[in-house]
């Protein structure tokens, strides 16, 4: 099989201080989304899926709960020699974490000498979006470049807030990587619009191991793949770019096609959250020919209990997950997650709800993100008040209220 010349490399050491505060207790990429799923389930599924089955997991910061997930939901068959493993900072080197993301392959150039694969994939661990990697790859082999680089098409007015690569004529091979240019310029067949790089690429792999061993003497070098080692390459005339417009998915609609989310931020967290949730969703979770794979408890259906009056346990236009029970309460535009309780007449709008969140009798919720094991008291005004709730809580620029893991919360 083709893919098992290929090794795949995920990077999850990332800190994730923009999603503070729930990644006070963990990895970014160990972050639940969308109910039943963490955020590194969606690059572990795009590989798996595309048959590259022989995964690595670089983590680094509070990874206890990012390794615990993979360790329970991402067990490949050992004895056809498939594997995701999750690998901490060894120091191999050295008594020193990683200085950046090319440092942290470097540091773990062993893991590449073990396999000796022909390519090396390495993804980023954080971003909502569903792709056939093989399509990359195959493109990536034919042109025969050192490196292929996913960009997805973004507006020009956007330019300033994305790594931006710039090509020939031609559209295929990188002559310029830019972070956040003020005066980048539009594609050759789209002026309007410029390729910004998802965080995602292909190797050969020598290619690779040199430029890391090059980059790891530059006394100057931020040690960063997008800021030193892509512009390096670039430089030797061997980087090309992957256009993700042209990735097909099997089961994807025009609607959903092409969809990809930073959700690096909590209002981009948050907003990707809302995505799922319309009568025709921007991302379909519901695409069982390109699944998002992830472990589940042995949990019992969600439950609408009571009907008398205005007592009624109702969702609507909401996902809600195994174990739920609604008691009476009514949840609208929202997503519940395992184990979460909404009490008689209380409400829930426009909210994320972790797992096992309890909303008391009467309380009412509007647009926050409740992080696991919180209780919202009987009565309780969340996110009426957003003055007084900035004395509690976090509190994005748009609105959106946050309380973190295990927060104490007061009427």
């Given at each position: ?6 090794l ?10 923009r ?8 990895a ?7 109910g039943m ?7 572990l ?19 206890h709960?990012?390794?615990?997930h ?7 068959s050992a004895?056809?020699?498939n594997?995701?493993?999750p ?21 773990n150039?062993?893991?590449?000498y ?14 909502i979006?569903?792709?056939d ?13 050192d ?7 973004q507006?020009?007015?956007l330019?300033?807030q994305?790594?931006?690569i ?5 559209g ?5 990587f830019r972070?956040?240019?003020?005066d ?14 998802m965080?995602?690429?292909?190797f050969k ?8 061993r090059?980059?790891?003497l530059?006394?100057t070098?931020r040690?960063d793949?997008?800021g ?13 770019v992957?256009d ?9 609609t025009?609607r ?11 209002d981009?967290?948050y907003?990707a ?9 921007i ?16 949990l019992?259906p ?6 008398e ?19 009476g309460g009514t949840?609208?535009?929202?997503i519940?997650?395992p ?8 409400l ?7 797992e096992?969140?309890?909303?008391g009798?009467?309380?009412i ?23 007084h ?10 609105g959106?209220v ?10």
């Amino acid at each position: 099989m083709r893919s098992r010349r290929v090794l795949a490399v995920v990077l999850a050491g990332g800190e994730g201080k923009r999603l503070m505060p729930l990644t006070a207790d963990r990895a970014k990429p160990a972050v639940p989304f969308g109910g039943m799923y963490r955020l590194i389930d969606f690059v572990l599924s795009n590989l798996a899926n595309g048959g590259y089955l022989k995964i690595v997991v670089l983590t680094q910061y509070k990874n206890h709960s990012l390794d615990r997930h993979i360790s329970r939901t991402w067990r490949l068959s050992a004895m056809l020699g498939n594997y995701v493993t999750p690998v901490p900072a060894q120091q191999r080197l050295g008594p020193r974490w990683f200085s950046g993301s090319a440092d942290a392959l470097f540091q773990n150039l062993n893991l590449i000498y073990d396999e000796m694969p022909e390519h090396v994939i390495v993804f980023g661990a954080d971003h909502i979006y569903r792709m056939d990697p093989r399509q990359m790859v195959e493109q990536h082999e034919q042109s025969g470049a050192d490196v292929t680089v996913a960009a997805i098409r973004q507006p020009l007015s956007l330019a300033d807030q994305f790594g931006v690569i710039e090509t020939d004529p031609q559209g295929r091979r990188i002559v310029a990587f830019r972070e956040k240019p003020k005066d980048a310029v539009g594609l050759a067949d789209s002026p309007d619009e410029v390729y910004a790089s998802m965080g995602n690429y292909v190797f050969k792999t020598q290619a690779m191991i040199d430029a890391l061993r090059e980059d790891a003497l530059d006394p100057t070098s931020r040690h960063d793949l997008g800021g030193n080692i892509i512009p390096m390459m670039v430089k030797s005339g061997g980087a090309d770019v992957y256009d993700f417009a042209h990735n097909i998915v099997p089961g994807s609609t025009e609607r959903d096609r092409g969809y990809w989310r930073d959700v690096g931020t909590l209002d981009a967290y948050y907003e990707a959250h809302m995505d799922l949730i319309s009568a025709h969703p921007i991302f379909n979770l519901y695409n069982d020919k390109w699944p998002i794979h992830t472990g589940h408890d042995p949990l019992p259906p969600a439950k609408f209990v009571h009907n008398e009056g205005d007592r009624v346990g109702r969702a609507l236009d909401s996902l809600v997950s195994p174990g739920v029970i609604v008691s009476g309460g009514t949840a609208v535009r929202s997503i519940l997650s395992p184990k979460v309780v909404l009490h008689s007449h209380s409400l829930v709008e426009d909210s994320v709800l972790m797992e096992n969140v309890k909303i008391g009798r009467g309380a009412i919720v509007r647009k926050a993100i409740i992080d696991k094991n919180v209780v919202i008291p009987d009565g309780a005004r969340i996110g009426f008040d957003l003055e007084h709730d900035r004395t509690r809580f976090a509190l994005t620029r748009s609105g959106v209220v946050v309380i973190g893991k295990n927060e104490i919360v007061d009427r």
